[in-house]
């Protein structure tokens, strides 16, 4: 599992709630499909800047920087990218599972005007566009990614 996508996923597990400890942290993200180790976790928790508090781990005050940057998209779609389905004016994006979310948090940060919204789950991703035109345009686009 790629750093920052860990990363990434441990902070969406923290902004949800508090963590109780690290074990809980560490099943939360292996039902995610990471596998993670405690050396691993404690370094992710020290260079996001968490801090144990009484309820358990939580963000940091801060200006926010702690937040990992993404990896370009096309990295992203081509490493977590399983299948592109047009539908309407719908795409359909299957990746690995646990991948979907920082795909999704990708394609958005590209601004792409034939986007309406997104929505992402574990391992799909929906993706609605005005009309089917736009939804070709952005399905064709995603799939040159994946070569």
Known sequence: MNKTLRQRAILELIKQGPVA???DLQKA???????VGQATLSRDIRDLGLSKMAH??????GDGTST???PPVSRLVREFVLEVRAAQNLLVI????????PVAA????EDW??????????????IVCPDHK??????????????
């Not at 990708?106 to 940060?109: F, K, R």
């Open 21 to 23: 400890s690290q074990e």
């Open 29 to 35: 993200l292996r039902k995610r499909g990471i596998k």
């Open 56 to 61: 358990g781990y939580s963000l940091s005050a």
């Open 68 to 70: 990992p940057a993404l």
């Open 94 to 101: 299957k990746t690995i599972v646990g991948s979907a979310q």
């Open 106 to 109: 990708a394609l958005d940060d």
């Open 113 to 126: 005007p034939e986007a309406v919204g997104t929505v992402a789950g574990d391992d799909t991703i929906l």
């Open 134 to 147: 736009e939804a070709s345009k952005r399905a064709s686009r995603i799939q040159e990614m994946l070569v």
